[in-house]
């Protein structure tokens, strides 16, 4: 079985500072992990994703995560936030073989950034 | 822009009717995957489908039914409405079955039962 935490329900910053978002995941099998970034009245948008290459990953608009096995953990991360990055972000497990792959959601990160 | 498009937006129904759901996926995208999203809640996997055959349920009842056409598009069907099925439907599709592809998602219907 999977499972994600997101161990903050929000998070605020200062626009120019760093995020920091964080997930711990469980899984039966080696996972694939992503996060998915969800802004007001508006569908998913996939920001990046781990598959089995390397385990620090580089998606859009200066996000990115590493994969720590060891500590079973996703963070995402960004070095300087900006106004249009206050949206909700789920991280995202799903095993990389077995029936479906459904994807597993956390319960999601509500970001604002502060002017 | 989403390759993903959903109908209709927005959607209220009385407790006990049925409601159908449609999706349009991007082309050569046979994978599609219905999702629940509750207000302030991450999304729950309904169920999943490829070339048109289900291959994937999440824990939802069987009032919940869903169909895929060789045109790429879907529809989710609920029956019997209840008060909880108040959500946003999320239909999200991608190019297989393996967990390396990612999912693109549609912006969602948002149903609300009275």
């Known amino acids: 079985a999977q499972s994600v935490t997101q161990l903050d329900s929000h998070v605020s910053v200062s626009e120019g500072t760093p995020v920091l978002l964080r997930c711990n995941y469980s899984?039966?099998?080696?996972?694939?992990l992503f996060w998915y970034v969800q802004h007001p009245n508006k569908g998913l948008q996939l920001l990046l994703k781990y598959t089995s290459a390397a385990t620090l990953v580089k998606g859009i608009n200066g996000f990115e995560a590493e994969f720590k096995k060891s500590e079973t953990s996703f963070h995402l991360t960004k070095p300087s936030a900006h106004m249009s990055d206050a949206a909700e972000y789920f991280c995202v497990v799903t095993p990389k073989v077995g029936y479906g792959q459904n994807f597993v959601f956390g319960p999601g990160t509500r970001l604002s950034v502060l002017p | 822009e989403t390759g993903v498009t959903q109908s209709p937006t927005h959607l209220i129904k009385t407790r006990g009717q049925q409601v159908t759901l449609r999706c349009s996926s991007q082309?050569?995208?046979?994978?599609v995957s219905w999702y629940q999203q509750a207000l302030g809640q991450g999304p729950q996997f309904i169920f999943q489908?490829?070339?048109?055959?289900?291959?994937g349920r999440g824990n939802f009842p069987p009032r919940f039914s869903g169909l895929q056409f060789p045109n790429y598009s879907s529809e989710l069907n609920v029956n019997a409405l209840e008060l909880d099925d108040s959500a946003l439907y999320l239909c999200?599709?991608?190019?297989?079955?393996?967990?390396?592809?990612?999912?693109?998602f549609g912006s969602g219907t948002r149903l609300t039962v009275v």
């Open positions: 999200a599709s991608r190019e297989g079955t393996g967990a390396n592809y990612g999912y693109t």
């Open positions: 082309s050569g995208h046979n994978t």
């Open positions: 899984s039966s099998y080696s996972p694939s």
């Open positions: 489908y490829y070339r048109e055959e289900e291959n």
